[in-house]
């Protein structure tokens, strides 16, 4: 038998308690081993939840506890997550994490302690909620050099764009909407900012370059500016508008960014809708690799935790080879970064040549029944060839990067 111990009993923690309650035969066999919940950190009580009966309240508790062989940290935010997973590794004790904020900000120095400690540091559910994106990077795709990762990773934020695509209502509309459903939290800033995304593709890109990607380093926007006439727009491109978080490898190095994208209606992340995200890989071998699911979520994300717990009891006294270096991975200037832009322009006298001649070309979108402006499709720029573009004309109404 094998004991753990979950922190915190909210939305996942319970999630997990549940999960090991349900399929408990099944994840046994699995294991190989019984799989035994012996305690719940927590500062709340719970009446009449049948957790009452191994809820603690002390955290020495379980780390003393030389009987509990994995901690499940599912507390949320980087104190006192931190200093209980740390001090779990070094007394020999596997963790395995659903924190995105924690693996973003220490995963390096976690790993590696975990690896002179022979235990292990997982966290597939830190990304994607119940998508398996960080095992498949860890060890199914090791014969790849990744090239691409691009992905719809925030659920919050696609539920409110998809909304906005086919009601057509406006954001401050369909974010109501969506905190009233419990998509968005009161404060919906993490999501709609696109931080939480950010935090994110920064685990991901550092798994695929096997360096520290720091998300404070990527260049990140939300989503608060798009508007239902983007969506007019992107109708009439036959595209769909997805918050994107993406790394890619060039020849002139690594770069990562989360932004809006206006993404043809063949790409594969377009049919993305609702609460669902995906995950785009591009291999330099096995090429493209997508990976769909409920991205976030009580008992998706629980089944991914549990699922690195499972791999946990497996491996009790062999530490799994994960490639992820505190050494710092530089990333190019943003303004170095080639894309295609759309853009919405004030449609006076002369500003389709002034967009012909600031932009060398490019593709004129104009939709039935307005006048006041138009659309516009560059060519491939480096971000700074569009801002200089874009200041020269003027009367820029909004952008938002294109991939047609």
Same mark, same amino acid.
């Given at each position: 038998?094998?004991?753990?111990?979950?922190?915190?009993?909210?939305?996942?923690?319970?999630?997990?308690?549940?999960?090991?309650?349900?399929? #408990?035969?099944?994840?046994?066999?699995?294991?190989? #081993?019984?799989?035994?919940?012996?305690?719940?950190?927590?500062?709340?009580?719970?009446?009449?939840?049948?957790?009452?009966?191994?809820?603690?309240?002390?955290?020495?508790?379980?780390? /003393?506890?030389?009987?509990?062989?994995?901690?499940?940290?599912?507390?949320?935010?980087?104190?006192?997550?931190?200093?209980?997973?740390?001090?779990?590794?070094?007394?020999?004790?596997?963790?395995?994490? *659903?924190?995105?904020?924690?693996?973003?900000?220490?995963?390096?120095?976690?790993?590696?302690?975990?690896?002179?400690?022979?235990?292990?540091?997982?966290?597939?559910?830190?990304?994607?909620?119940?998508?398996?994106?960080?095992?498949?990077?860890? #060890?199914?795709?090791?014969?790849?050099?990744?090239?691409?990762?691009?992905?719809?990773?925030?659920?919050?934020?696609?539920?409110?764009? $998809?909304?906005?695509?086919?009601?057509?209502?406006?954001? &401050?509309?369909?974010?109501?909407?969506?905190?009233?459903?419990?998509?968005?939290?009161?404060?919906?800033?993490?999501?709609?900012?696109?931080?939480?995304?950010?935090?994110?593709?920064?685990?991901?890109?550092?798994?695929?370059?096997?360096?520290?990607? &720091?998300?404070?380093?990527?260049?990140?926007?939300?989503?608060?500016?798009?508007?239902?006439?983007?969506?007019?727009?992107?109708?009439?491109?036959?595209?769909?508008?997805?918050?994107?978080?993406?790394?890619?490898?060039?020849?002139?190095?690594?770069?990562?960014?989360?932004?809006?994208?206006?993404?043809?209606?063949?790409?594969?992340?377009?049919?993305?809708?609702?609460?669902?995200?995906?995950?785009?890989?591009?291999?330099?071998?096995?090429?493209?690799?997508?990976?769909?699911?409920?991205?976030?979520?009580?008992?998706?994300?629980? *089944?991914?935790?549990?699922?690195?717990?499972?791999?946990?009891?497996?491996?009790?006294?062999? /530490?799994?080879? $994960?490639?992820?270096?505190?050494?710092?991975?530089?990333?190019?200037?943003?303004?170095?970064?080639?894309?295609?832009?759309? !853009?919405?322009?004030?449609?006076?006298?002369?500003?389709?040549?002034?967009?012909?001649?600031?932009?060398?070309?490019?593709?004129?979108?104009?939709?039935?029944?307005?006048?006041?402006?138009?659309?516009?499709?560059?060519?491939?720029?480096?971000?700074?060839?569009?801002?200089?573009?874009? &200041?020269?004309?003027?009367?820029? !109404?909004?952008?938002?990067?294109?991939?047609?």
């Amino acid at each position: 038998m094998v004991n753990i111990a979950v922190l915190g009993y909210g939305t996942v923690g319970s999630g997990v308690a549940e999960v090991l309650r349900t399929n #408990q035969e099944s994840i046994n066999n699995r294991a190989g #081993q019984e799989i035994n919940l012996k305690y719940v950190l927590d500062l709340r009580d719970f009446p009449g939840d049948a957790v009452e009966k191994i809820l603690v309240h002390d955290y020495d508790i379980i780390l /003393n506890d030389d009987d509990v062989k994995i901690v499940v940290e599912v507390m949320g935010g980087v104190n006192p997550a931190y200093n209980f997973v740390k001090s779990a590794l070094l007394k020999g004790k596997s963790v395995c994490t *659903s924190n995105k904020e924690l693996v973003a900000k220490h995963g390096a120095e976690l790993i590696e302690i975990a690896k002179e400690n022979r235990v292990n540091f997982l966290f597939e559910a830190s990304v994607g909620g119940g998508i398996p994106i960080i095992r498949p990077l860890n #060890q199914s795709l090791t014969a790849d050099e990744i090239v691409e990762i691009s992905g719809i990773l925030n659920g919050t934020t696609n539920f409110i764009l $998809t909304s906005m695509s086919k009601d057509g209502l406006d954001f &401050d509309t369909v974010l109501k909407k969506a905190q009233e459903l419990g998509y968005a939290e009161r404060n919906p800033e993490a999501d709609v900012e696109g931080y939480d995304a950010c935090r994110k593709i920064a685990i991901l890109s550092s798994l695929a370059c096997g360096h520290q990607v &720091d998300y404070e380093d990527i260049h990140t926007e939300g989503i608060t500016k798009i508007t239902d006439m983007d969506f007019r727009y992107a109708d009439k491109l036959d595209a769909a508008i997805k918050l994107i978080g993406s790394s890619r490898k060039s020849e002139k190095g690594f770069c990562a960014m989360v932004a809006p994208r206006m993404i043809c209606s063949e790409h594969p992340l377009a049919g993305v809708n609702g609460v669902m995200n995906a995950i785009f890989v591009k291999g330099n071998v096995l090429g493209d690799v997508m990976f769909y699911g409920a991205g976030a979520g009580k008992l998706p994300t629980a *089944s991914a935790v549990v699922s690195d717990v499972v791999d946990a009891v497996k491996h009790i006294g062999t /530490n799994i080879m $994960t490639i992820w270096s505190t050494e710092k991975m530089p990333l190019l200037d943003v303004k170095d970064v080639e894309s295609r832009f759309f !853009i919405r322009v004030k449609n006076d006298d002369g500003m389709q040549d002034k967009l012909e001649a600031a932009f060398g070309g490019g593709e004129i979108v104009a939709l039935d029944g307005v006048s006041d402006e138009i659309g516009f499709v560059t060519g491939m720029l480096k971000e700074r060839e569009y801002e200089a573009a874009a &200041d020269s004309i003027g009367g820029v !109404i909004s952008m938002i990067r294109y991939e047609g």
